[in-house]
């Protein structure tokens, strides 16, 4: 059991970056529906990267708006 | 005035022209502000603190505002900020030489998630909420701890929404670099996720 599963590890990044053409899409899609390993897998990784986006959020001090602003050529 | 039909046209078509100028420059400078806030968030990844990416957003805009000839309207001018602003800060970590040569530390693909399941006992049974125990902190510890050419690219990718394509034109590399640092990127995170935020739980 657990054992890793080469094929899906190599295929995971390109998968979650939708760069996969149609048919090794379709391929990989396949092996996830039968593959309970790699399914779990790879929606841990596809949660992690939103969550990752999320949590590294830090919004843009308003002050820093204004600094910016004033570097603009006078009128 | 003394001035020929031909010659008297060309301060009128200089003033036009200005004028044209200025209105062009306006619209440059109005559409870069516009940016600003996810311009930042790129930003403030790719530095350590919140002082260094506030700099660093102020030397990138006033180079912008200067150089704004050089952008070609309708093109992505979120990219063309951030090549800017990338560029600046390679500069400066080259000058300040802040990144220590030590070698990254990555497992495969599947560490954290192995490791995860390992401290739980059990196979896992929602990743969402796995997912949702790591600290804020630790992510961003993590994502900081990754080296610079590593995280440029995963910051770019993953965080700044940007192709494959458009990171490789921003840092001025090839599209295969772009990959294979994005690849090991998300792996140093992985590592350093399971190192500081599974380890203290287990």
Same mark, same amino acid.
């Given at each position: ?8 590890e ?6 979650l ?14 092996h ?44 | 005035?003394?001035y ?6 060309t ?11 200025? #209105?062009?420059?306006?619209?440059f ?15 403030? +990844?790719?530095?350590q ?6 700099? @660093?957003?102020?030397?990138?805009y006033? +180079?912008?505002?200067r150089?704004?000839? $050089?952008y ?9 900020? @951030?090549?800017? @602003?990338?560029?600046?800060n ?7 030489? #802040? ?5 990254p530390?990555?497992?495969g693909?599947?560490?954290?998630y ?9 196979p896992? #049974?929602?990743e969402? +909420? ?7 902190? $630790? ?5 900081s701890?990754?080296p ?5 690219? @995963? ?8 192709t494959?394509q ?9 599209i295969?670099t ?6 090991r990127g ?16 287990a």
């Amino acid at each position: 059991m657990n054992l890793p599963c080469d094929k899906c590890e190599e295929m995971l990044q390109p998968y979650l970056d939708r760069v996969l053409s149609d048919v090794e899409r379709v391929e990989a899609e396949g092996h996830l529906e039968g593959c309970d390993y790699c399914r779990r897998r790879y929606r841990f990784e596809e949660h992690l990267r939103q969550y990752v986006r999320v949590v590294a959020e830090e919004p843009m001090p308003p002050e820093l708006k204004a600094k910016l602003a004033a570097l603009r050529t006078p009128l | 005035m003394g001035y020929g039909a031909v010659m008297a046209e060309t301060p009128e078509t200089d003033a036009r022209r200005i004028a044209t100028e200025a #209105r062009d420059r306006v619209r440059f400078e109005e559409e870069a502000l516009d940016l600003a806030d996810q311009v930042y968030r790129v930003a403030r +990844r790719l530095v350590q603190s919140r002082e260094e990416a506030e700099d @660093l957003m102020q030397d990138a805009y006033a +180079r912008a505002f200067r150089s704004w000839r $050089s952008y070609t309207p309708g093109t992505n001018l979120r990219a063309w900020l @951030l090549r800017i @602003l990338t560029n600046l800060n390679i500069d400066r970590a080259r000058k300040a030489q #802040r990144t220590p040569a030590t070698q990254p530390m990555e497992e495969g693909d599947y560490f954290l998630y192995d490791k995860l399941e390992a401290t739980n006992g059990e196979p896992l #049974r929602d990743e969402e +909420r796995v997912v949702e125990r790591l600290s804020q902190d $630790s992510v961003v510890d993590a994502l900081s701890a990754v080296p610079h050419d590593f995280r440029d690219v @995963l910051v770019l990718v993953d965080i700044g929404d940007f192709t494959y394509q458009d990171a490789a034109q921003i840092l001025d590399i090839p599209i295969g670099t772009v990959m294979s640092r994005l690849h090991r990127g998300r792996r140093i995170l992985k590592r350093e996720l399971a190192e500081t935020a599974v380890g203290d739980d287990a």
